[in-house]
């Protein structure tokens, strides 16, 4: 199927799976309420706070909002669920950005913000186990005496859990990888309640099906993340970061794809157009030029960081990069970076009293200035204001459109772009998404991007593993 049948207004909901009827409701409800006590909530307020969504996607509060402490909690509401059918739907700290958190059918909405526990750590092992509610922030403060961290960096302080159900990136992807590349084995409960062990602590195993990389990036249609198994890196001897202005978008690419051809092991490069400098100048309190920029840094020994950095100041001048400059300096580095990642809230103020609405795609980096040039070019023709961000390294880049919700004829201008931005990506051999997931707003580009074949293995899998599609249903695939 060509991405250019897609309608941009397909409908992405599920079909055949009907609502639990209201006996079924209330005796979970109850039950859950006399095992949970205070720990389960059916507050209207609460219950809209866990199905909320950064997007324009609307929100479909659950039933109730179970705040567990284990596995073996966790567990028992899914063995409660199942034997009614009600939906149950993970919750971490809620930064996900295509309705993964929607409860379409109603159901429980398990909160693991109360499993915070960093089960182990393995400094001679590079690793560490932890629970899902742990955010990516404490982790590396809990971490930062034994010489380690973790490196994935999606931005928000997201929970572990979360970032290994999406298969969150980030920043530092060019360099650390994905959640995919830094999960060594999860605790999972699957839709019947039973506890998964997918993985050892060994780096690499032969030993039957991947387990731990089906259920990463299963947004919890298959199962609950209970507990993680990360892989850790060692903090640098030294890191050089810096930033370099460009006379467009085209040339700062061209600056990114010879860095990465040429082999420079570059930590992470980030690309913000300048209608995104110029909200992060009046939110950040910077004065940055006003024009397409590249944010760096290399990671390694002193000496490294420094041949490094001045061989991309070379790269950079030579695709036209000007007031290129980099520091070793912490608190320079750190003042840049909490900008770049204040960018939703440096966006917002570009056009008060619009809704940011975010979303992502990915391309081959060789393809990606083409994908930007038309892009943004596409925003003007568009009379849009919607600055860009990417994760440039690895060929991910964001567009967030400011739109006034009241106005139907802005919203079906945006809706129009975000479609046309997504046929374009897939056009080039890209993804509709990078890092920010399926859930249920980009469903409908599922089978044009990976065809009706392998759509079709991942409804069979997904009934099997959930005949009864109690977890996260309306996500990924319809069934």
Known sequence: MSAALISPSSASAPRGR?????????????????????????????????????????????????????????????????????????????????????????????????MKAIVAVHPEDLDVVVQPGVTRKELNEYLRDTGLFFPIDPGADATIGGMAATRASGTNAVRYGTMKDNVLALKVVNPKGEIVHTGSRARKSSAGNDLTRLYVGSEGTLGIITEITLRLSGIPEAISGGICSFPSLKAACDAVILTIQCGLPIARIELLDEVQIRGINAYSKLSLPETPLLLFEFHGTEAGVQEQAERFGEIATECGGTGFRFSTDADERSKLWQARHDVYWASLGLRPGAKGVATDVCVPISRLAECLAETKADIERSGMIAPIAGHVGDGNFHVMPLVMMDDPAEVETIEGFMHRLVERAMAMDGTCTGEHGVGSGKMKYLTAEHGAEAIETMRLLKRSLDPDDIMNPGKIVAV
């Open 18 to 114: 009907a609502m639990p009827d209201e006996a079924s409701v209330a005796r979970v409800v109850g039950e859950l309420q006399k095992r949970f006590g205070n720990r389960a909530v059916t507050s209207q307020a609460v219950r809209e706070q866990h199905a909320h969504t950064t997007t324009w996607i609307p929100v479909q509060a659950p039933d109730v909002v179970v705040f567990p402490q284990s596995t073996d909690e966790i567990a028992e509401i899914v063995r409660l669920c199942a034997a009614e059918r009600m939906p149950v739907i993970p919750f971490g700290v809620g930064t996900s950005l295509e309705g993964h958190l929607n409860a379409p059918y109603g159901g429980v909405s398990v909160d693991t913000s109360q």
